[in-house]
């Protein structure tokens, strides 16, 4: 069975097939000429699907930021997504569960809710999710980062290093992590 890695791309409304295509030309140059962009129903936000693993695909696309930054022209963000399942509050919160358990119990962390197209509020889930663990909240410099992206009926979720989110105008920038 091959597995598959996830990801959540953003880019300028509008830039969907740019994004998607220069995404997918780095996937292939690196291994997965398979890879599968898909767009969502929400204008800016695509779905990137690989055989490559996560922190290889992050690694990779940051390396080229740094190094070759004109390769990189309509990305905005990239990040891993762990599970993406149906934008219904109980099933988010189940899912989220398990994976706070990465979280050691010196470290702290940060829940960073994107949402569009749904009632679900930000209150609600930050509430429900929080709920859940008992480790310290930093909100400038966490260890880990429980991000929830509400893209209409699906939820990509992930509880991840602040450094697996890849922002590509702060890499341009200089900007650390």
């Given at each position: 069975?091959?597995?598959?890695?996830?990801?959540?791309?953003?880019?300028?409304?509008?830039?969907?097939?740019?994004?998607?295509?220069?995404?997918?030309?780095?996937?292939?140059?690196?291994?997965?000429?398979?890879?599968?962009?898909?767009?969502?129903?929400?204008?800016?936000?695509?779905?990137?699907?690989?055989?490559?693993?996560?922190?290889?695909?992050?690694?990779?696309?940051?390396?080229?930021?740094?190094?070759?930054?004109?390769?990189?022209?309509?990305?905005?963000?990239?990040?891993?997504?762990?599970?993406?399942?149906?934008?219904?509050?109980?099933?988010?919160i189940e899912t989220?569960?398990?994976?706070?358990?990465?979280?050691?119990?010196?470290?702290?962390?940060?829940?960073?809710?994107?949402?569009?197209?749904?009632?679900?509020?930000?209150?609600?889930?930050?509430?429900?999710?929080?709920?859940?663990?008992?480790?310290?909240?930093?909100?400038?410099?966490?260890?880990?980062?429980?991000?929830?992206?509400?893209?209409?009926?699906?939820?990509?979720?992930?509880?991840?290093?602040?450094s697996q989110i890849?922002?590509?105008?702060?890499?341009?920038?200089?900007?650390?992590?």
């Amino acid at each position: 069975m091959i597995t598959k890695s996830t990801f959540i791309l953003t880019t300028f409304r509008g830039a969907e097939n740019t994004a998607g295509s220069e995404v997918y030309m780095l996937l292939a140059e690196f291994g997965d000429s398979k890879a599968k962009v898909t767009r969502t129903e929400i204008s800016g936000i695509l779905i990137v699907e690989t055989i490559l693993p996560h922190e290889e695909v992050i690694k990779t696309i940051r390396d080229i930021i740094e190094s070759e930054p004109w390769r990189v022209r309509s990305m905005l963000r990239l990040f891993p997504v762990e599970q993406l399942v149906d934008s219904e509050i109980g099933l988010i919160i189940e899912t989220v569960k398990p994976m706070l358990e990465k979280i050691g119990e010196d470290e702290t962390f940060r829940i960073t809710i994107e949402k569009r197209h749904t009632q679900i509020t930000k209150e609600e889930i930050i509430k429900a999710v929080a709920s859940l663990t008992n480790r310290k909240v930093d909100l400038n410099n966490p260890n880990w980062v429980i991000l929830i992206e509400v893209i209409g009926a699906k939820t990509g979720i992930s509880v991840i290093k602040p450094s697996q989110i890849i922002s590509v105008t702060k890499l341009k920038r200089g900007d650390t992590v």
